[in-house]
């Protein structure tokens, strides 16, 4: 299972990212890759608890729907994004591109350091999740973008 937790994981990830420029357009969604680079950085800070989102999680979305994102299923396309993961809502605005993937990588480094009893964030749509759980949906969340821009 592919995680943030693994440095060559991570490696691949930042290459793939090394691929896209700020003029790169989407292959489905709304988002522009400023967006979406900041939209990567706003996700880990989640994870960490750094950007608290409200959980708006119930049994079958904490159960089900996160076994099937983490184990069986890639993220499907147009999953509705949370405001405060939102760059035209409540989400970190895009500034300059590069430092922008400058610190979506230290974020990701950072990250992949904080031990397991860290006291992680809750998500959105899967409630409270461990660090494993977290740096398995890390990958899968970046994974998931990346193909959004053919990366």
């Not at 509705?80 to 989400?91: A, N, V």
């Amino acid at each position: 299972m592919k995680s943030l937790r693994d440095h060559a994981t991570r490696q691949l990830i930042k290459q793939r990212l090394a691929g896209l420029t700020a003029e790169a357009r989407p292959l489905w969604g709304k988002m522009d890759a400023a967006q979406m680079v900041c939209h990567l950085t706003d996700g880990i800070l989640m994870a960490s608890g750094d950007r608290p989102i409200d959980d708006r999680s119930d049994l079958v979305s904490r159960t089900v729907g996160k076994f099937m994102v983490l184990y069986v299923i890639n993220i499907p396309k147009d999953v509705p994004t949370p405001s405060g993961l939102d760059q035209m809502q409540d989400g970190t605005r895009p500034g300059e591109f590069d430092a922008d993937v400058r610190r979506l990588f230290d974020e990701m480094d950072r990250l992949s350091q904080l031990p397991d009893d860290h006291s992680w964030g809750s998500h959105p749509y899967f409630g409270p999740m461990s660090a494993r759980e977290w740096k398995i949906l890390g990958y899968k969340h970046m994974d998931h973008h990346l193909r959004q821009f053919g990366l």
